[in-house]
């Protein structure tokens, strides 16, 4: 007998260890590790994962498992190890971990099938009877007998069938027409079974011996490459010498985009020696973790296609990462454009379908190359050669939801797995990362120069202080108003930035001084002028933006703050003959509209892009010459550690938009307090010095990298209640870890209340602390009960990158 120790899919419970199952014996020759199965759990069944199998177990009586899901593994043997790891490493369970590498589509109710690869009689005759003429059989109707499942199970293995997931989808799987060659055909000699008159006829039949290897082909394709009619493939099919059959296609979200073969420039010197060392590491199959900092421009994507080129080469496999908003058309279509079909696209603007069908290309081996957002560092390859993290320094790598993971150190454990080299590019690496690359532990490669020797922009910064004194109450300084007058005249392109974290229009009225808040979180609502409601960013409570205070009943209710809306309106009415582009999160909502705004900005149809966050990055237009950036500090009050950090590496950014092609670019940068550090380093292009500052405020402070950071937030309906539990996590913490390391709190987290729950939070520094993943991972299942009832929220971040 053997058994399969199974982590279940339950939320209550000592749920980290797992269950163990007898293998039913009809069920042996299939269960793997890595296999989804339904196993029973008390009184209910559920979803689980093989973990292992094993030949033995202590349990008595074990039950055996019911059903397999899935008869291939959807987890590698190497994602279950990362699993375990990321596990304990976040505070997080098991069966999350596991959950959040495969793709929702198969996480969610889907159909499984088996479906015909080749022709029914090269099953074996049980299998035949089952198919009986059809080319799809739904797992469910597969008899669970073991001779049938190990027949089933070799014909995996042959590919003679194979299993999909029919995913219920608004995005139907897409079928094409397609031919093939009848078995007749494929066995004689062609002028056997066609007159040699009918020329077309036989260019199609020879051209599909010739090209498809048995398989079928779309008909289009044969049309288009043979320049026949379909009436000659229809006079073909009628005489059963082929045979017609519906190919399923693949939801290809950019099936109707032609990508132009990228060209493959001739690397500049400096390129030459930063690809230098990654190719040697790709040669000698070493784990080398390299920090590449390169100013925007120059040149750092071209240096991820060489490397990946040659990692291909090697019949291996790359995942780049890039942040989803820099995940632009442009972006995919240097990677799409230099590898063509062998790329794979994953980001979360696909639909779940669409998702999961890049995911099996995958998963299949048909790409060797993904690129995607953060959770593509999950891709399932099992041959790796490289790993890329593009703008490494960007705060959505960390996913703040459990696992609280970040894509660097699940990239940086797969690359030592699989002994290759991962590389992390950034124009403003992140100081954690550029600290780890002074000391040695990151190999630090640089490109200080843009590629075509074009200069940095230089950068103004205006007071918006000295503009109001001056009497100017609008968003736009003088100056910056100048230049954009000056660039509507030239026929060049500007690029304005409006930071919109921590920087909101709100409701307030001018008699009474209310303000809206959310009843259920401490946090002011916010205004959407598109449906004319108030909305909290926290829990999503809205309602309709009140026309009279509901405090003192006046109407003079108003919304402040700076929106890209509000932005907007004056604009058109300081510069009426430009052309703006608004981009943000109402104007990009529906999906492709995104792409269908840039690819207009780069075809010139606007003269203006006004944008928030999603503007910062990627964008590389030749035109741009003026990047504005219209409230530099709106960051830099945020209760954040890094919010200098986050300011310069921002304004380094939207700099870096300005002057990329032959014409010069200039940036305009205001602010209400120019002489801050991070501000006046932005302004002159100095990363080093804006590093060094920094590093001793965060020696001072306590903070990374001279101390790692965990966060416990307790949240509850009833603040007695939470008050208490703090302090006792607190007080255990203190008693449990050593004297060096501080803990500070409980104390009120900075938004006290979200969803109607209290949050009190206690922040944990410590230096060297071997033993805190298994003290945090205690206190969590010493809890596990209470936050299963639904009664107490406790969260654990490692390393968080967000406060509030
Ligand atoms: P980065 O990723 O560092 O911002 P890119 O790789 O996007 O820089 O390069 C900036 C621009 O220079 C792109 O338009 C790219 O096609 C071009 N480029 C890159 N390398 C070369 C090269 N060796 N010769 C000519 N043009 C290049
Ligand atoms: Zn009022
Ligand atoms: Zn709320």
Redesign the pocket.
Known sequence: MMYARVIVDVAAGQINKPFDYAIPDELSHLIRPGMRVIVPFGPRKIQGFVWKVAESTDVPNVKPIADVLDPHPVLTSELLELGEWLAKETVCFLITAFQSMIPAAIRAKSKKILQLNSENDQLPPVLQVLFQGKHKVEWDKVPKEKGTLSLVKQALEKNIMEVVYEVKDKTRKKTIPAVKLSREVRDQSLLDVLDSRAKKQYAVLDYMRNHSDGKSVPIQRVMEDLAVTRQVIRTLIQKNLLIEEELESYRDPYENREFHTFPR????EG?TNVLEPIVQSLEKKEHVPFLLR?V???????IYLRAIERVIKTGKEAIVLVPEISLTPQMVERFKGRFGSKVAVLHSALSSGEKYDEWRKIHRKEVQVAVGARSAVFAPFENLGLLIIDEEHEGSYKQEDHPRYHARQVALWRGKYHGCPVIMGSATPSLESYARAKRGVYRLLE?PER??NTALPPVHITDMRTELKKGNRSVFSEILLEKLKDRLQKNEQSVLFLNRRGYSTFIMCRDCGYTAECPHCEITLTYHHNDRKIKCHYCGYEEILPSLCPECHSDQIRFFGTGTQKVEQELTKLLPEARVIRMDVDTTSRKGSHEKLLTSFGRGEADILLGTQMIAKGL?FPKITLAGILAADTMLHLPDFRASERTFQLLTQVSGRAG?DKLAGEVVIQTYTPDHYSIQYAKHHDYEAFMLEEMGQRKQGGYPPYYYLALVTIAHEDVVQVMKTAEKIASYLKNSLSPETKVLGPTVSPIARIKDRYRYQCMIKYRNEPNLTDILNQIAARYQKEMAADKFFISIDMNPQMFM
């Open positions: 420039p001739a690397l500049t390129q390169g925007t421009g120059s040149g750092k994507t071209e490109l590629v075509n590389d990329r």
